[in-house]
């Protein structure tokens, strides 16, 4: 049977080690993640913590809507097999108990109706040279190729660096949305987390990617861009590199778009469509 555990209710070391144990283990389920981008996040449970899903709640004109924190692409249930038939109960206590904007469940989560899918892209663990000569589209090869008068230093996150972000960074308009970016990526440093690199064109920084650095996943989080140099091909530059150095022992996930451009240039490196399950209420998106 499913049941709602409040916050000051989980034991979070037997939620910690059903997340770790996991077939759906993934990084925005962590404890201390949600803490940071949500605050206000509470747990669905099946049996001894068999299974878990977390749920976080914002307070929108006095209604209380499940909605996926920022910066958190997928959450969804998590147990040691993935099973269609406890998935449909989670899924249904969450349509019947909560005003739900909009849930993004993981991309092993399976279940017996049709939901609708979100494009991911994940190039696995690699041999460089192969995935480039067999993978890249042509006009990628050529456009890296042509990007090799940048240097690619990898950063510290200092004021200096989040300065560039905030000048030339796309989609987040709100103050206080910046103000989480900035929090969230110092949180990450903090716990080791954070890979960020730049490309240089002779002295001038002129792009900036930001990486979740996991042991075995690199995570992208921000390819932002001085439009003054475009031509330069500096995200095309920067994504090579990365690939050349870490996806032998990283995969690399391009934390997904359904914007064509977007979508087009993460599969031009290679990477493997990987879609997840979301469950949204129409009505409610339509109005906010």
Request: glycine share 4%.
């Amino acid at each position: 049977m499913i049941r709602r555990l409040k916050y000051h209710e989980i034991d979070f070391d037997k939620y910690t080690a059903c997340l770790e144990n996991s077939e759906q283990k993934n990084w925005y389920a962590r404890k201390e993640v949600l803490d940071q981008l949500s605050g206000n996040w509470h747990i669905l449970l099946d049996g001894d913590y068999e299974a878990v899903m977390p749920i976080s709640i914002r307070q929108k004109y006095g209604l209380s809507l499940v909605v996926m924190p920022l910066f958190c692409q997928q959450l969804g249930i998590f147990s040691k097999e993935d099973h269609a038939t406890i998935n449909d109960r989670f899924l249904n206590f969450l349509k019947k108990r909560y005003v739900v904007f909009s849930y993004a469940f993981n991309h092993k989560n399976s279940f017996s109706e049709n939901l609708i899918k979100r494009k991911n892209y994940i190039i696995p663990v690699s041999d460089y040279t192969i995935l480039r000569r067999r993978k890249y589209f042509k006009g990628r090869k050529s456009t890296a190729k042509c990007a090799q008068h940048l240097i690619y230093k990898e950063l510290e996150f200092n004021d200096e660096h989040f300065l560039f972000m905030q000048k030339n960074f796309k989609g987040l308009s709100k103050e206080g949305d910046v103000e989480k970016y900035k929090n969230y990526i110092s949180f990450l440093a903090k716990r080791n987390a954070l890979k960020l690199a730049g490309a240089y064109l002779e002295d001038r920084l002129i792009n900036i990617t930001v990486l979740i650095n996991e042991n075995n996943q690199l995570s992208l989080l921000g390819l932002i861009n001085d439009e003054s140099y475009k031509d330069e091909n500096g995200s095309s530059f920067l994504i090579d590199k990365i690939l050349s150095l870490y996806i032998h022992e990283k995969k690399f996930n391009f934390m997904g778009s359904n914007i064509r451009g977007i979508e087009v240039f993460f599969k031009s490196f290679g990477a493997e469509l990987n879609e997840y399950p979301v469950w949204e209420n129409k009505i409610l998106k339509k109005f906010f």
